[in-house]
């Protein structure tokens, strides 16, 4: 019959397949670790861009990234079924086996360390090694399905892209990438638990106990403030290093963030009706455009705050 050829339905089938594999990686999750390395990576060496080692440093990046992203889905495969969110996800829908998601996951890791090893360096490459690890064994398998501070530990994880870039281009570890590290570690609280909080029932269903499950959402969105408050001043503290473009967005945008942190904490308090996905978006929005205004100091070698007063 006509539409219905064999050719067709294998291509159809090779698609499915193929879609299956690139979902396993979640790609979208993966945005951050553009955000977060290449920025730093300039940082390390202003005024200089070494494009080829950051293309290198960013596809062992996103291998790991993937490798952490698929083996976290073979372990939280039973919860996906249970979540309205995550129930078109490859191993909830049955669209590949566990045990093949697994040896990809593996794989994925094992040539993000061979690819960071040979064009950056050993230390970058265990790194990411460290940071697969801890995503899946620590976040995952302990913290996620016992505890409501699951993504305030666990999510040290997706920080490391500050430590794994700056160690790319320099070969050791300094406080600026560590303090960039804090930054985004501070961040991620508020920014999953307004995501959490909106997906609330989906958790509860599937037993996660996400702290918007076990508490009220005055008692969430306190926390967010303090965490909101906690990643602006944190960032403040990296100005004397960068330039006026990063000092003025940390300055302004980091006002303009915890503002609208504050504006849902107050709402909840008065037992309005609140829209905690608007503030998830706006915490992606924040911490692209402090990482934009450190790239822009860092490209353009712009005399940094330290040097007027020296």
């Not at 990234?65 to 078109?88: E, F, G, P």
């Not at 870039?165 to 991620?188: E, K, R, S, Y």
Request: charged share 15%; with cysteine; hydrophobic share 55%.
């Amino acid at each position: 019959m006509a539409g219905h050829s064999p050719e067709k339905s294998l291509a159809g089938r090779v698609r499915d397949v193929l879609g299956a594999y690139v979902a396993l990686t979640k790609p979208r999750v993966i945005e951050l670790l553009l955000v977060a390395t290449i920025p730093v990576m300039l940082q390390a060496d202003r005024s200089h861009v070494h494009f080829g080692l950051v293309v290198a440093t960013l596809i062992g990046g996103w291998l790991g990234a993937a490798s952490a992203n698929t083996l976290n889905m073979v372990a939280d495969a039973d919860i996906d079924q249970k979540m309205r969110r995550t129930q078109r996800r490859p191993l909830a829908r049955h669209a590949v086996t566990p045990r093949a998601a697994l040896v990809f996951g593996i794989l994925l890791g094992i040539a993000s360390f061979v690819v960071l090893w040979q064009f950056a360096n050993l230390l970058a490459a265990v790194l990411v090694m460290i940071t697969i690890a801890f995503y899946v064994g620590v976040y995952t398998l302990i913290l996620k399905r016992r505890t409501s501070q699951n993504v305030v530990w666990g999510g040290a994880a997706g920080c490391m892209p500050t430590l794994v870039g700056w160690a790319a281009v320099t070969g050791h570890l300094d406080w600026q990438p560590v303090m960039l590290f804090l930054v985004i570690f501070f961040w991620t609280p508020p920014h999953t638990w307004a995501l959490a909080m909106r997906y609330r029932e989906d958790y509860e269903a599937a037993g996660v106990p996400m702290l918007p499950v076990v508490a009220t959402e005055e008692q969430v969105t306190r926390q967010m403030v303090i965490y909101t408050l906690a990643t602006v001043a944190t960032s403040f503290v990296l100005i004397p290093k960068a330039g006026a473009v990063y000092a003025a967005i940390a300055i302004l945008a980091g006002a303009w963030f915890a503002q609208r942190v504050w504006k849902l904490y107050r709402e909840t308090r008065q037992g309005k009706e609140v829209v905690p996905l608007k503030v998830f978006l706006q915490s992606n929005e924040y911490l692209a455009a402090l990482f934009c205004g450190l790239a822009i100091d860092a490209v353009f070698n712009l005399p940094t705050i330290a040097s007027y007063f020296s």
